[in-house]
């Protein structure tokens, strides 16, 4: 059987390492706390995040106790690791509620309450908050050269363009961040993106020298899609955790539509499947790739794993909507506008008049009676799924959907709401 750390590595979340003889042997060895820092930079995490906070709760399963750090001190300062511009600086309110978000998000995946290995939620404001310049620059700044400083890869892509004495500063908080883990709660492994990794070894650098104690620290590699593509808020493609920002179905379709060259690979770096029962998928998926079956079940085990097993169901109605294959009355309005939220909506009046043809035309669906009659006479015409071939048809009450909407589609693909 694989060890723990060997399955990391095969799932592929295992990208740079501290001595990983002695890493091994230090997770063999017992429990051990470890750490990975968020940063509250918006009101919910994204799927960005979904590795490192999966990486906690894996650690958790295997008999280690995890700790959440939500850095509302250093979310103050914002982390310049390969950004090409200085992040905007957010007011102490903003990114308090921001922190208070981000707590309720994260104890959805791991557990405080486990008997055997609890986890940890810490905010480091709360150590930040009573600490003077000069009492840091003393305890903390003496240690590090800013040739040191200067070396790290993050700092030296921005030297060029700029970058303020703010952000330059920003390694020796988070090397602050590990160093007060460890005397608080005996923290000797942190783990972060591969961004992350001259944040990182600065606090091992100022354990060394302060506190003398022997620490390990591995990264993750940057996510991305087949194309060199991003996960992430910055990058403009943000996929939130909170179902208010990205609905169960915009969730699930997100890793349905998943490239056929990356769905395996996804399956192992963001499922709790075994890598047993992934083989068997892959096995599958390669006889018959138009079934999409890694795809699919990419999209069950991640829907379920964030929202739970009516959100899966709720998506699945939804797609079966929009594909023909649901019954407009077995779904509410609310999942029915869900999965329409992006189509045109028209406002009509309780006495405006039904026909389908002159509704059509005044809605804007079609651009002229002609067209909308040929449309209808051709099948083209369906009212809450079901195909209009009658010209002189009326809607009537039974075409409203609980007093609300009424949804038209107009050939295979294009949807239109109309709103009471």
């Known amino acids: 059987m694989l060890s723990f750390f060997e399955e990391l590595k095969k799932r592929g979340l295992v990208y740079q390492t501290t001595d990983e003889t002695e890493l091994i042997k230090a997770l063999e060895k017992g429990a051990i706390h470890m750490y990975i820092g968020f940063d509250p930079t918006a009101s919910s995490l994204h799927v960005g995040h979904l590795v490192p906070i999966l990486l906690l709760r894996r650690f958790q399963l295997i008999g280690h106790f995890p700790i959440a750090l939500v850095g509302g001190g250093t979310g103050l300062i914002g982390d310049p690791s390969f950004k090409n511009e200085e992040r905007k600086l957010n007011s102490l309110e903003v990114v308090q509620g921001f922190v208070k978000s981000l707590k309720i998000q994260i104890a959805r995946f791991i557990d405080f309450e486990d008997k055997k290995y609890p986890a940890i939620l810490v905010d480091n404001y709360d150590w930040y908050k009573d600490v003077s310049l000069i009492d840091f620059l003393r305890d903390v700044g003496k240690y590090f050269t800013v040739n040191y400083m200067m070396s790290k890869e993050s700092v030296k892509r921005r030297i060029e363009m700029g970058i303020s004495y703010t952000e330059f500063a920003y390694q020796l908080l988070q090397g ?33 020298r302060k506190a003398d ?101 709720q998506a699945l109605r939804i797609s079966g909507l929009l594909f023909g294959k649901t019954d407009f009355k077995e779904m509410s309005v609310a999942e029915i506008k869900h999965g329409l939220k992006d189509v045109p909506n028209f406002k009509i009046s309780q006495d405006q008049d039904k026909n389908i043809i002159e509704l059509l035309v005044t809605s804007g669906i079609v651009s002229s009676k002609r067209q909308a009659r040929e449309d209808v006479n051709n099948g083209a015409i369906y009212i809450n799924g079901k195909r209009i071939q009658d010209v002189s048809y009326k809607l009537t009450k039974q075409d409203k959907l609980e007093e609300e909407i009424t949804v038209i589609r107009r050939g295979k693909k294009k949807y239109f709401i109309l709103v009471y």
Do not use: C
């Open 176 to 208: 602050y961040d590990f160093y007060m883990l460890n005397q608080k709660y005996q923290v000797t492994l942190q783990v972060g993106g591969s961004d992350q990794w001259g944040n990182i070894t600065a606090g091992i650098e100022l354990l060394r």
């Open 213 to 313: 104690v022997a620490i390990h620290a591995f990264t993750i590699p940057l996510i991305t899609d087949a194309t060199g593509k991003k996960f992430g808020k910055s990058e403009g493609n943000a996929v939130w955790l909170d179902a208010d920002k990205t609905s169960f179905y915009e969730f699930y379709q997100f890793w349905l539509n998943t490239r056929d060259e990356d769905a395996v690979r996804f399956l192992k770096l963001f499922t709790f499947l075994t890598l047993d029962e992934i083989a068997k998928i892959e096995e599958e998926f390669v006889k018959a790739p138009h079934k999409r079956l890694a795809q699919k079940m990419l999209a069950k085990e991640m829907t379920v794993l964030i929202h739970g097993e009516d959100a899966h169901e």
